[in-house]
Nanobody
Framework: QKQLVESGGGTVQPGGSLRLSCVAS????????VGWYRQAPGKEREGIAC????????YYADSVKGRFTISRDNSKSSLWLEINSPKAEDTGVYYC?????????????????????WGQGTQVTVSS
C-alpha cells in the first residue's frame, strides 16, 4: 500500500509556529518530488510548496513565500512543512503530496505528474 500520512495540525496563534509532518510508505520517496497543498473553506485546493527530488530546490506560492519552509529526509521517508508567522487566511486543511515533478507557474506551484500520491489532510487553524 502506497500512502502518505500527515500529522501535526492543530490550532496556532498568530505569531506562533507549527510544524506539519508527513510520512510516506510503500514508495521510495527519493524518487519523487514532494509538496504541500492546502484548502480553505469555500476555496479550491492550493499548491503552496514543492521540493525537487534531485537537487532539493524549493518552490513556494507567493501566498506563503518567506513564511513557510518545506524540508525532507528521504532516509526517514518524511517531509515537513514549517509554518511561521501564520495568518488567519492560512487556516485550512493541509495535504502532503508526492509526484513526478514540480510545476512552477508563478504565483503558484503544484506537484505534477501522472503518478502522484496524497495524504488525507490535517487541519490547521490560525486563531487568536
Amino acid at each position: 500500500q502506497k500512502q502518505l500520512v500527515e500529522s501535526g495540525g492543530g490550532t496556532v496563534q498568530p505569531g506562533g509556529s507549527l510544524r506539519l509532518s508527513c510520512v510516506a510508505s510503500g514508495i521510495r520517496l527519493n524518487e519523487y518530488v514532494v509538496g504541500w497543498y492546502r484548502q480553505a473553506p469555500g476555496k479550491e485546493r492550493e499548491g503552496i510548496a514543492c521540493m525537487n527530488s534531485h537537487d532539493n530546490a524549493e518552490y513556494y506560492a507567493d501566498s506563503v513565500k518567506g513564511r513557510f519552509t518545506i524540508s525532507r529526509d528521504n532516509s526517514k521517508s518524511s517531509l515537513w512543512l514549517e509554518i511561521n508567522s501564520p495568518k488567519a487566511e492560512d487556516t485550512g486543511v493541509y495535504y502532503c503530496a508526492a509526484g513526478l515533478w514540480c510545476s512552477i507557474r508563478p504565483p503558484n506551484v503544484a506537484v505534477a505528474g501522472r503518478e502522484a500520491y496524497w495524504g488525507q489532510g490535517t487541519q490547521v487553524t490560525v486563531s487568536s
